[in-house]
């Protein structure tokens, strides 16, 4: 049972929880809740759903919980600092971004999504929250990386679900974000022997990754020891050993398709997902040679006709490229989406299965 930290009344833990599963108004401003799993704290009457027992800890004072490392909730507002009924298009700029956390929100767009000047709204939102939306939505993305991170699955996943654009960046500020790299943040890999191996190929330096029951990860570079700190990022708690034996046939098939001389053969993986992952990863693998689909049209193949953008994040998740064609996905208007890779690599993989094609 956690600690409860309440110095000013002599309320048990009993007491404060069920003030908080009651949400209950009058203890607000003198009891404080904090949730281990979102780093985030709360007034009892905070309409957030309610934290399993063993995450919370309560508190007298804000300055407790925030010493307890500890932010305070946006919903609620535990230090009153803001107005306490925010204008009408602040509230629907918020919930806009509450909806959108996980892709690019320029300031322009969300102000016509408002009817309010970029300007405006930005000074608006700072007063009515303390944050910009910008710095609102990182601290949506943030609590989305933690919750994904703690589930076990690889931090790529992990990174890409929460809406991050980059994996370097999040590296980059792993440390201010999470307080440790987030391949610690938790533990992926375990029991797993990976043997990886990198080579030159058409379109950079190739890597290749693969345990006993097939590939585990295809990835393209320019910097071999990137691509190695990756795949460790990736696999964290795995035994990864250097060393090309055993995969000279895999590698030799990708170089080739990479040069445009074929379609790729057949291979072996070891792709671990979810169930609606491994869904969308077999559709793209039924997706013929030189040939593309929208992200629309792939949702509607698995019979998900509305999840699109799910569609996407697990193209932007799949480990092993080009055995798992995620490069053959484009935009409904048939324009490039992002790709792990590069755009131009996207661009040339398609341009080779073009011209296969017509052979």
């Known amino acids: 049972m956690m600690t409860t930290i309440v110095r000013e009344r002599a309320l048990s833990d009993e007491q404060a929880w069920a003030a908080v599963l009651g949400r209950d108004r009058r203890l607000d401003g003198r009891l404080f809740y904090g949730v281990a799993s979102t780093g985030v704290y709360c007034r009892p009457s905070c309409p957030s759903r309610r ?36 204008p009408a298009p602040i509230g629907k ?42 710095e609102y939505q990182d601290v949506l993305r943030l609590q ?36 440790m790299p987030p391949g610690a943040y938790r533990s992926g890999g375990r029991g797993m022997v990976i ?11 190739l890597l290749v990754g693969a345990t006993e029951r097939g590939l585990c990860a295809v990835a393209l570079g320019d910097d071999d020891g990137q691509l190695e700190a990756s795949l460790r990022a990736e696999y964290p708690s795995a035994t990864i050993e250097r060393g090309l034996e055993g995969l000279e046939q895999p590698v030799a098939a ?16 070891d792709l671990r997902g979810t169930a609606f992952q491994q869904r969308v990863w077999e559709a793209l693998r039924a997706i013929p040679y ?9 949702a509607a193949a698995i019979g998900r006709p509305s999840a699109a953008r799910a569609v996407a994040r697990a193209c932007a ?13 484009v935009g409904s208007g048939g324009g490039l989406r992002g790709y ?11 341009d080779r299965e073009a011209r296969g094609r017509k052979r």
């Open 144 to 179: 989305r990386l933690k919750s994904e991170l703690r589930t076990g699955g690889s931090v790529t996943e992990a990174i890409h679900e929460a809406g991050y654009g980059s994996a370097s960046r999040v590296y980059e500020k792993s440390d201010a974000r999470l307080g």
């Open 51 to 86: 934290p399993l027992r063993h995450n919370a800890t309560f508190f007298a004072e804000p300055a407790e919980a925030e010493r307890a490392g500890y932010r305070p909730c946006l919903r609620c507002d535990p230090r009153g600092q803001r107005v306490e009924t925010p």
């Open 254 to 269: 990708l170089v080739r398709y990479l040069g445009g001389e074929s379609a790729l053969d057949a291979v072996p993986t």
């Open 340 to 350: 792990r890779w590069g755009v131009a690599r996207k661009q040339a993989l398609l």
């Open 195 to 205: 043997r990886f191996g990198t080579v030159a190929s058409p379109l950079g330096r």
């Open 317 to 329: 998740t799949n480990r092993v490229a080009l055995v798992v064609p995620c490069h053959r996905v």
């Open 290 to 298: 030189g040939e593309t689909r929208s992200y629309a049209q792939v």
């Open 93 to 134: 700029a918020r919930d806009y971004l509450d909806r959108h956390f996980d892709e690019p929100v320029k300031l322009e767009t969300l102000g016509r999504q408002v009817g309010m000047s970029a300007h405006h709204l930005q000074r608006t939102f700072k007063k009515t929250y303390g944050l910009t939306p910008k």
